[in-house]
């Protein structure tokens, strides 16, 4: 399995931006399919967005649509979470996870390696 690591995370107000990233440890990054999911206090891990292999696939939950925008660089072993026009709802802990296969998967359960999560706090 891959090693993640989140980092970027913060506190910023409403209608702010931050970019996550996801290193990944290894030299089989282009094997993986990533996603970055999302846990708010007292609700259950969902989905945000994800981008396959080579870069060029990227599927969003609608909820993040034209907010959000996920990408890689495979040089650098490293996925990326732009997020734009931050909500308040958009406060929780942030994990990218790393699937085999190129099929997209939004269910948690369907990812196998998970980083440490990077908590981001919106403030109205």
């Known amino acids: 399995q891959v090693q993640l690591v989140e980092s970027g995370g913060g506190l910023v107000q409403a209608g702010g931006s931050l970019r996550l990233s996801c290193a990944a440890s290894g030299r089989t990054f282009t094997k993986y399919f990533m996603a970055w999911f999302r846990q708010a206090p007292g609700k259950e891990r969902e989905f945000v967005a994800a981008?396959?292999?080579?870069?060029?696939?990227?599927h969003y939950n609608d909820s993040v649509k034209g907010r959000f925008t996920v990408a890689r660089d495979n040089d650098k072993n490293t996925a990326y979470l732009q997020i734009n026009s931050l909500k308040i709802e958009g406060t929780a802990i942030y994990y990218c996870?790393?699937?085999?296969?190129?099929?997209?998967?939004?269910?948690?359960?369907?990812?196998?390696?998970w980083g440490q999560g990077t908590l981001v706090t919106v403030s109205s």
């Open positions: 981008v396959s292999q080579s870069g060029v696939n990227t």
């Open positions: 996870a790393a699937k085999n296969g190129v099929m997209l998967a939004t269910a948690p359960s369907q990812y196998a390696s």
